[in-house]
């Protein structure tokens, strides 16, 4: 990262030109304002707070580095409870003009098609991360252990025995 990070981050930035320019920004954005992560969300209090870096690696691959602060606010699963995600993640996305270029990126790079007009938006990118990065199945770190060895009951066995039925259908 080669120069001081811009406060305000524009809502579109020309990838290419920030590539050829090494630009940083810094930013936050309210949960509020993501639209396709809130339904994920119990409720859209607090803020994500990240940092885009462009520039080029050593075998010149266009790049944009995202590093994502937040803590979300998600429901346990296990006890139904509001808690806090931690999330921080550091992603480096190779910038490509076609598919075809994924195959030449390094294996840790994650492929971003960039559009025919170069044109990103930082809010969609920090969002796409945060969706792919939540939990199938938020655990608040606090919830209590499930016990795992549940023994069924003679009822329960017999229904779970489909032929159970056609058992008293048999002649000795």
């Known amino acids: 990262m080669s120069e ?11 990838a290419w030109r920030m590539v050829a320019a090494r630009r940083e920004f810094e930013g936050r954005i309210p ?18 707070r990240y940092l885009l870096a462009f520039d080029t690696d050593s075998l010149k691959v266009p790049y944009v580095e995202l590093r994502i602060d937040a803590e979300l606010p998600l429901e346990c ?8 995600q931690p999330m921080q993640m550091v992603q ?11 195959a030449a990126l390094p294996p840790e790079y994650e492929p971003l098609l960039v559009p025919a007009d170069g044109m990103l938006r930082p809010a969609e990118l920090v969002e796409d991360e945060l969706i792919l990065a939540l939990p199938v199945v938020p655990v608040s770190p606090d919830a209590e252990e499930v016990e795992r060895d549940f023994a069924p009951t ?18 000795e």
Do not use: C, H, Y
Not at 31 to 44: H, K
Not at 77 to 84: A, D, N, P
Not at 92 to 102: K, N, P, Q, S, T
């Open 4 to 14: 001081q990070p811009t406060s305000r981050v524009p809502e579109v930035l020309d």
């Open 31 to 48: 949960l509020a304002a993501m639209t396709r992560l809130r339904g994920s969300l119990v409720d859209a209090e607090g803020e994500v």
């Open 77 to 84: 699963q296990r006890g139904l409870q509001r808690f806090l």
């Open 92 to 102: 480096r996305l190779g910038l490509i003009r076609d598919e075809a270029d994924e």
């Open 154 to 171: 003679s009822e329960e066995a017999a229904q779970a025995n489909p032929f159970a039925a056609l058992s008293g259908w048999k002649k």
